[in-house]
């Protein structure tokens, strides 16, 4: 399986600025994951992540909001843009392992994001 | 459509006691089911997975699931729960290329 890390861990942010997440894999892989959790809810996917491509967003999901790079085969970052208090919510990054195991989804420890 | 329904949000068990978390699923194509754990504070971490074969499938920490085609439903079972168990617990169904599909969560508090 997969290791993954994400960078901050828990941040606590102003209305109005913005915040970069960093999601690093140990391996190289092909479609990275973006998903929010609000409080107290199931997990949503905000985007899938390419590299060499565009982002593929979901729908209720703008590319001007949660803009995603993917550089490399094992990085991939979300931006937070323009926050209110309604993007208060974990943000988790995952990879998606095709190997002979099968198809399996593995999640980074996730950041926690709260907007005052 | 595919979807999971987790028709638990809660469940309260007492310590070395058995528990059952239900998960029921909809799906039109070939089955990929899920466990997830949550800790407190913390992301997700695979707990089982049933992608073909045998329909009792075994996991981590001690706790095994079975896939019932007939009646859509992938419930997870652990005969004697930790105080260590206390956690979300999240059923998902893969929906398609890289598309899965998550329950709300069903929050196990084990009591002492």
């Known amino acids: 399986s997969a290791v993954i890390s994400q960078k901050p861990s828990r941040d606590i942010c102003q209305r109005g600025t913005s915040l970069t997440i960093q999601c690093q894999v140990d391996?190289?892989?092909?479609?990275m994951f973006w998903y929010r959790q609000q409080p107290g809810q199931s997990l949503t996917l905000i985007a899938t992540?390419?590299?060499?491509?565009?982002?593929?967003?979901e729908s209720g999901f703008v590319i001007d909001k949660f803009p995603i790079s993917r550089p490399n085969l094992t990085f991939s970052t979300l931006t937070v843009s323009n926050m209110s208090p309604e993007d208060s919510s974990i943000y988790l990054c995952?990879?998606?392992?095709?190997?002979?195991?099968?198809?399996?989804?593995?999640f980074g420890p996730g950041t926690r994001l709260t907007v005052l | 459509a595919q979807s999971v329904t987790q028709l638990d949000s809660q469940v309260p068990v007492f310590e070395e006691a058995p528990v059952e978390l239900r998960c029921n699923y909809s799906?039109?194509?070939?089955?990929?089911l899920f466990w997830y754990v949550q800790y407190p504070n913390q992301g997700l971490q695979l707990l089982l997975k049933?992608?073909?074969?045998?329909?009792l499938v075994k996991g981590i920490n001690g706790f095994e699931a079975e896939f019932n085609k007939s009646q859509t439903s992938f419930h997870l079972r652990k005969p004697s729960v930790h105080i260590s168990d206390t956690a979300e617990y999240f059923c998902?169904?893969?929906?398609?290329?890289?598309?899965?599909?998550f329950g709300t969560g069903t929050r196990l508090k084990v009591l002492a």
């Open positions: 995952s990879v998606e392992d095709l190997g002979g195991l099968g198809d399996t989804q593995y």
């Open positions: 391996s190289q892989v092909t479609m």
């Open positions: 992540a390419n590299q060499g491509s565009e982002a593929t967003y």
């Open positions: 799906s039109s194509v070939s089955v990929y």
């Open positions: 049933y992608l073909s074969g045998s329909t």
């Open positions: 998902a169904v893969k929906a398609g290329t890289y598309k899965y599909i």
